[in-house]
């Protein structure tokens, strides 16, 4: 078992905005492939144990199949782990881009991809990670249900989460909600959640959980990814990390 073990959470990165092939939009085409390599160069630097990509990787189910291929090829160049679940732009819709194309037969990652959810365990770090396919953005999809305890055969215990917050006592009409008393209720280490392109902590009083932001920038601020650092006996250090497009 790893004594300290470093997460980098990101979600959120929309490869293929407003661009389904051909000339138009081209530039918007290149942009998000450009933010994307920035952010993987980061993210090696920082060499985690492991990177958590929490939705929306693409940002829709048409996305180019030269895209998809490059995507497909960048991750699989990681020299670390890679767990990944669909949002509700990549969502597991018929014909969508996950079930064209088996990201799971990349060596390095793990696609997340069923309904009623799964777990990958990382023997090599003693982690277990757990997370659900999406396969409709409605109010009825509630992308924490049916979590399970934590093993015995793994040390650490990481959930993910693509969604909408909702705080105790709220009413909430929004598609796939993620309710404060399912994040408390949860035996998460930590809870990597995406969908909001703004960082958040919605940690509770049991289980620290934070929504990591975009790497897109919003108006004049820079995007963001996490540093998760898990240590025993340690209260969890979650760093927010800046990328800089100028560069």
Known sequence: MKPTLKLAHCSDIHLDYEYYGGDRNLHLHDYYRDLFGKLLDDIRIASPDAMLLAGDLFDHNRAAEP???WAMEMLGKLPFPVVMIPGNHDCLVENGVYLRHDF??????????????????????????????????????????GMPGKSKHAHWHIGMGHGIPVASGDVCMNSSPIHEAQIDASEFDYLALGHLHAMRDVSTAQTPAF??????PIQEDHGTWLMTTLEDGQAVNVQKQELDLNR
């Open 67 to 69: 895209t998809v291929n």
């Open 104 to 145: 799971n037969n990349i060596p390095n990652v793990t696609l997340l991809d069923q309904e009623h959810g799964q777990v990958v365990e990382l023997a090599e770090l003693s982690l277990q990670v757990w997370g659900k396919g999406m396969i409709n953005h409605t109010p009825d999809n509630q992308p924490l249900a």
């Open 211 to 216: 929504f990591c932001g975009a790497p897109g």
